[in-house]
DNA sequence: GTGAAAGCGCTAACAC
DNA sequence: GTGTTAGCGCTTTCAC
């Protein structure tokens, strides 16, 4: 163990100590073999005795890089981030970068902070995975001069890594119509984004292919609030007992729509079948578990990571480009197939 | 709006542009009274012009402080972490020090990959929010020359913020007594840590006060897994139907009750009555919400923060210290009053 | 109130 | 293979 974290140790001290000059401590820990491996093993030696720890602060300021990139989410407690923000740093660490991670929470003026500390910092490039827009309304100041990769959310400006939205509300629904069912309500958020409206395509286009008419009032809509699926679900099951079937537009309402079933004194998946989307850990949790869309959140996280680091590397500045990735149906106890 | 992003000006071109020396644009915007009104404004135009952004690299080179400091936690996703977060940013940012963040995943390599980035990256001091302890282990190497904290986990080197679990638990099990509750189940973890041993203690000393015999066999333990609660409740509900009420380590443990409440076709708070402990965003939205005991999240993260910034500028290396905050129960549905 | 100059801890020519 | 040296973009004395 290290005597001490090197903090206020330079290379000049390790230099003196060793009898080289400060190149060759340069050239020991940055492992260029332009070192005797006696010098290096001496040298090395040092370095360990008195912990030192090279200052990247000093190491940015000459090699015109903070090999730092930025990465800007709009709630880091949401479940599938972690895994995401997993992937980003997979690529990036091995590369030698590391992550600052800035948590929005919705907040415009926390964003415009961040960004700004970001530039302060600057950072390389920037990864931003925001369900609103906002922040990347921000950002296209700053998009000629940055590479900036977006997640899930569709931004021709920058480039892109998104889920096939449609696919995925198709294959959750055509696997409900698959199984018996025909009327399967569909949970939503009333908002007006890309993942919302790609989602309900889908789920039209599951009942438009198998040539079931959609029922109207079986799409319930409400403002987002943590309780919301609860509510939809209440709604639902007192106006439509007969539905057989929810489509919820993500696992949080799916959950909160549990609830509204088991207090009306309803089993899942018998009296009623129930699918989410994204796959977040309660839906394994809850029980029974919740058939749902997985959505590839580490490979996600990988493939901007590549993206933008693409970028920095080839200081390319061309086109923009959109990356989709393919979702999975987790399929587990909360439905069932009708037998008529 | 800047015509750039101020990446690659630096104080020369903005002296340059405006005919005074770099001093003078060091001194604007570093806000120096010893400043003309009318050299500020004009040098500020310039600024504005070209967007110029101070390199905080080289700032923290010459001033030998990162303005940064490092932020360990075990797991991001954890709902509670991100008002923590709130509070350590909302006293770091109004003193202009931003945060490192890290999520070390409760894996070790990563941890100590994590502390060997905030070394080289010169962090002004360090605040660990781990559940398990390894961190702050792994730290003890380094306390002697930077200021660490710790949240939530007892240990004497360092700086400690806790809050009173206790109390926090007898609060908790006083009131299911006080409500006419006898038959009072714990769920908890099989560990041995300090906020486990001090909930029990709680639970135990509540019944001891009110002169109420503690049943061992309602003491139901389980090795952490996500559904641990809903395995726990099970064999509870299987093995001791006549339980009246549980108290639950956590919320999660509270979530998984319920599921194996549900189950069996039992009500909440009907049949039978449930508290949880943390106040996760969760225990609000499933039905009933549930009874719990709420943690000062945000104060907490202030308390650590304050606390850090007081050791980083009195440079006060001194005896640790341990801050204890108090909880809060928080009534909702998933209780009732036995009327015998 | 303003400017000149030294130096923070490193990297990267360039010289030997 | 190794050392010397000139910066990187700032802050901070110290003159004026």
């Known amino acids: 163990m290290a005597q001490n974290s090197g903090q206020g140790i330079t290379i000049y001290d390790v230099a003196k100590k060793a009898n080289v000059s400060i190149s060759t401590v340069s050239r020991v820990f940055n492992n260029s073999p332009l070192v005797s491996s006696k010098t290096r093993k001496k040298v090395q030696k040092v370095i360990d005795e008195m912990g030192f720890v090279p200052s990247s602060i000093a190491r940015s300021l000459v090699s015109a890089s903070s090999k730092t ?11 599938f981030f972690a895994d995401t923000i ?3 740093e997979s690529v990036l660490h091995s590369e030698g970068f590391s992550v600052f991670l800035c948590d929005t929470r919705y907040n415009r003026e926390r964003e415009a902070n961040y960004i700004n500390q970001m530039l302060e910092k600057r950072v390389d490039g920037i990864i931003i ?31 892109c890594v998104n889920t096939t939205d449609e696919e995925g509300a198709y294959e959750a629904v055509d696997f409900l119509i698959k199984s018996g069912h025909r009327k399967i309500a ?59 079937a929810i489509f919820a537009y993500n696992d949080m309402i799916a959950i909160g729509a549990y609830m509204a079933i088991y207090q009306k004194g309803l089993k899942i998946p018998d009296d009623i079948s129930v699918v989410g989307y994204d796959d977040i850990e309660m839906a394994s949790i809850i029980s029974p578990g919740i058939t749902t869309v997985s959505q590839p959140f580490y490979e996600m996280g990988r493939t901007a990571a590549e993206l933008l680091l693409k970028r920095i590397k080839e200081e390319d500045r061309s ?13 587990r106890g909360s439905t069932r197939t009708l037998t008529p």
Chains 1, 2 share one sequence.
Do not use: C, W
């Open 86 to 88: 997993d992937g980003i």
């Open 69 to 79: 990139i930025g990465l800007i989410v709009s709630d880091i407690t949401n479940p």
């Open 319 to 331: 086109i923009p480009q959109t990356i989709l990735l393919p979702t999975r149906l987790t399929v």
């Open 129 to 159: 995975f925001s369900a609103d827009i906002s922040g990347i309304e921000l950002l296209t100041g700053i998009k000629n001069e940055l590479p900036i990769v977006s997640i899930q959310s569709a931004f021709k400006e920058v480039d």
């Open 186 to 244: 569909f949970l939503v958020y009333d908002y007006d984004n890309s993942t919302i409206t790609n989602r309900m395509k889908g789920y039209l286009r599951a009942h438009d292919d198998e040539g079931i008419p959609v029922n109207d009032d079986y799409i319930i809509k409400m403002k987002f609030n943590p309780n919301a699926g609860y509510y939809m679900a209440k709604e639902l099951l007192e106006s439509h007992p007969e539905v057989t």
